[in-house]
């Protein structure tokens, strides 16, 4: 990576009173962590990928098609070689042959969420990842987290307030610095999700908007941010006008308890930043967990979500009329093999911009 690029795009100075425990959270990723995340990994030859799967129609470049996350077995001879491979040879080989697959430009990097990553990490993803290739990456949920939720993974801290809620000299220091000097060249949509909050904890949208305000203000312009709601009472004119102060996107996401893709759009102009983001998980009315119990290994469609998929195309179309790079990730529960979910989409994309020339 070109060290000239990363030094250019420095974030202002932290003050490290103003995070306490930062230098102490970028050395939590245990080894186990690594090797979820696909790391140390050799580059598969290309001969090895079975690409003559799935055909990528021809998509201009400012469309970037993925998936949420890589790692799924179920893929093989579909996106990855087909043929016995153990888990720790898979673990390694994956993202580099992901990232080589030609429908695929972009990916969302979902383990961000629970441990920043650190340099080391972010360097030998960025090894993996071929030129043009960027990823949206999920910001560290002690950032975006209010109140924490009642779950094992979060013992004792269960239903007590963050103090690291929105702490902008935290973001920066474990996130945002490691990704500019390491990752960014291979740096999409930064994604601050915040995750759904139940009504005792759930602010209004005013103190929503103006903690907002608050953290954007202090951040460095120039790396592209992008904001997830959980709570559909949050997903406001205010809300909108205030990404749109700050030139941070609002990610147009389908999930279970949010208006669907057609509805936020619908909204206004949901442009509020550089660029469109956009995640496709879960249909309205549906669960996580049972669509994993239902559908792995995520081999095959299970469904065909044909007005999603449409109000998905059709918001890309008006990106690229807009001369907007777009960012589309699509989640296995969504219809259940999200390569394939990507593949259909790519084409319905392709044929709605050759209609159009």
């Not at 094992?152 to 500019?180: C, I, M, S, T």
């Not at 994604?191 to 009504?199: A, G, I, Q, S």
């Not at 589309?328 to 392709?350: D, Q, R, Y």
Request: net charge positive; proline share 10%; hydrophobic share 35%.
């Amino acid at each position: 990576m070109s060290s000239n690029k990363t030094k250019t795009n420095r974030p202002v100075p932290v003050n490290p009173a103003t995070s306490p425990t930062a230098t102490d959270v970028t050395q939590r990723a245990s080894q186990a962590n690594l090797q979820q995340l696909g790391l140390f990994a050799p580059k598969p030859p290309p001969e090895d990928l079975p690409t003559d799967r799935l055909v990528a129609p021809p998509l201009p470049t400012d469309i970037h098609l993925g998936t949420s996350s890589w790692n799924f077995e179920g893929w093989k001879g579909l996106v990855y070689p087909a043929g016995h491979r153990s888990k720790k040879d898979f673990m390694k080989t994956s993202l580099g042959a992901y990232a080589r697959h030609p429908l695929f430009t972009t990916v969302g990097i979902d383990a961000s969420y629970y441990n920043p990553l650190t340099r080391s990490q972010l360097a030998h993803y960025g090894e993996q990842l071929p030129e043009s290739f960027r990823a949206l990456e999920k910001v560290w949920d002690a950032i975006t987290t209010s109140h924490w939720p009642h779950h094992p993974r979060y013992g004792a801290r269960g239903g007590k307030p963050n103090p690291h809620y929105l702490d902008a000299g935290l973001f920066q220091e474990a996130v945002l610095q490691p990704n500019l000097e390491v990752f960014a060249e291979h740096l999409g949509p930064l994604l601050f999700e915040f995750p759904p909050l139940p009504p005792q904890h759930l602010p209004t949208s005013r103190a929503f908007c103006q903690d907002l305000d608050r953290f954007f203000s202090q951040l460095p312009r120039g790396p592209l941010y992008a904001v997830e709601l959980r709570n559909r009472s949050l997903f406001t004119p205010r809300y909108l006008r205030t990404l749109r102060d700050h030139n941070v996107c609002h990610c147009v996401n389908l999930w279970t308890h949010m208006p669907t893709v057609k509805a936020q759009q619908a909204a206004g102009d949901i442009f509020t930043g550089p660029a469109l983001v956009m995640r496709l998980m879960l249909a309205p009315g549906h669960r996580y967990s049972e669509r994993v119990q239902a559908w792995s290994p995520f081999r095959r469609l299970h469904t065909v979500e044909a007005e999603h998929r449409k109000a998905a195309v059709d918001l890309v179309w008006e990106a690229h009329a807009r001369a907007v790079n777009s960012y589309l990730i699509v989640n296995n529960k969504f219809e259940g093999c999200s390569p394939l979910s990507v593949h259909a989409l790519a084409e319905a994309i392709s044929r709605r911009i050759t209609e159009s020339s």
